[in-house]
């Protein structure tokens, strides 16, 4: 079962433009990972924060983690047409190290 | 670095026929692959866990039988869909990682599975 939710499902913005995507799941985690996938391809790792970490940065990402809430929250700053694609939170939880829960994901399309 | 090659990208074959799938690390060995399964528009949902050298643990749901996988080395791991029929048609994931917490995992570029 997926552990995570994510929205928006969908997202559509102009460049230049900031996205915002939540994701919230349901059990203690140890680490809280994004994801990006082209239409069509695999899935290419953003950014990893662990759970006793609040924010992350890492270019123009921006991940925060609310571990009292259960949710973590994805930024893109100054989007390009080149971000679109679906966004994917995953969570590692318990002792089942390496196993990955996905969220729905969000769709994002940044139009020139 | 931490290149994952998956191989074919696309397959259309007939109902019955059995199809392998090669996930490989190119640039690192990697202790333990996994293999996905997504379907349009939704999110990836995880079909087994494989160790180098060891048996497969398959989650709830997805029949050994069907989908057979072999971890021969520490860098390749293939899926076979055994008697492939139209209902396997979907997009098939690895991912392969190294042991240790808090390590992303690498994915390959998926295989499209077509079966008429």
């Known amino acids: 079962s997926q552990q995570g939710e994510e929205d928006p499902q969908a997202l559509s913005i102009q460049e230049g433009e900031n996205a915002t995507m939540n994701c919230s799941y349901k059990?203690?985690?140890?680490?809280l990972q994004w994801y990006r996938q082209n239409s069509g391809r695999g899935l290419v790792h953003l950014i990893l924060i662990r759970s006793n970490e609040r924010e992350k940065h890492s270019g123009r990402l921006r991940v925060t983690l609310d571990t009292s809430k259960k949710s973590s929250s994805l930024l893109i700053t100054a989007s390009r047409a080149a971000d679109t694609a679906s966004y994917f939170c995953?969570?590692?939880?318990?002792?089942?190290?390496?196993?990955?829960?996905f969220g729905a994901g969000t769709q994002v399309v940044v139009t020139p | 670095g931490a290149v994952v090659s998956q191989h074919p990208s696309w397959v259309i074959c007939k109902s019955g026929t059995s199809v392998k799938i090669e996930c490989r690390s190119l640039d690192f060995q990697a202790t333990t692959m996994f293999w996905y399964r997504q379907f349009p528009k939704q999110s990836l949902m995880l079909m087994a866990t494989s160790n180098e050298g060891s048996k497969a643990t398959y989650e709830q749901g997805v029949e050994k039988d069907k989908f057979l996988i072999n971890h021969a080395s520490l860098t390749l791991s293939t899926l076979t869909v055994t008697s492939a029929h139209p209902e396997d048609s979907s997009f098939y994931i690895c991912?392969?990682?190294?042991?240790?917490?808090?390590?992303?995992?690498?994915f390959g570029d998926g295989t499209r599975l077509s079966i008429l």
């Open positions: 059990t203690s985690i140890n680490n």
């Open positions: 991912s392969a990682a190294v042991v240790g917490g808090n390590q992303p995992q690498h």
């Open positions: 995953a969570t590692t939880i318990g002792d089942s190290w390496g196993k990955l829960q």
